[in-house]
């Protein structure tokens, strides 16, 4: 699977917050100000399917735009958004907030919105979604395992700290784009030297650390050495073929 990294970072750093593009056709989540750089160097047009991990904002709140690029030049495409139950609801009053009500005729008529549930499987097109709802605070926050027709798995985390769920994506995937946010271990996040234990623990898998903040990512660089061969750095822009 191509997995197009927009973005790798926090809300608090000057790049783009951590989001990505799969096979060109799955979006998944759509942080603020991350639209700029989503329409002028993917093709949204091509899009079917969305995910979004939770509501926070940087990773959620430039959906609306992207909708809008669907609704105005897709020829009214259909597409399927899989997100934590509420999400319509959500989109209808943000269309509100932000004047663009005219989006709501073409989600009613052209998306359909899966709600996300722990253990689910979801068939879309040749995917096979499974989500796993993960401890991040007290949100209703989910992690996913995509598999393709040729069974490769790719795990994404989304924001987690350590949890049951996050070891049963580890124990079935080939690859994970993991949250790497913290240099201590909370209630919200990963740390650093979470992801290193983990990589350990599951020495099969390759990692690609994401949602970095400054100290984070400066953290990793200094802890990770040669006997570290299964994590990846990642960085906004890069391609990863990942199987
Ligand atoms: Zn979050």
Redesign the pocket.
Known sequence: MKVDIVGNMCTWTQELSTSYIIDDKIMFDIPQGSFKTIYNKYNITKIDFIIIS?F?S??FMDIHLVLDILCHYCDKKDITIIAPKGCRERIIEMLKIVEVKYIEAYMNEHVTFIDCENGKTIKLGEYKIKTYKMI?KD?D?YGFIIENECHEKIGFSG?SCMCNSLHKILRHCNSIFIDCASTTANN?HLSVDEVIELSKEYDQVNFYPVHFSYNALNNLKEKINESNKNIFITHQGQVIEAN
Request: charged residues 35%.
């Open positions: 939770h926070h940087d990773h991040h949100l926050a924001d919200k």
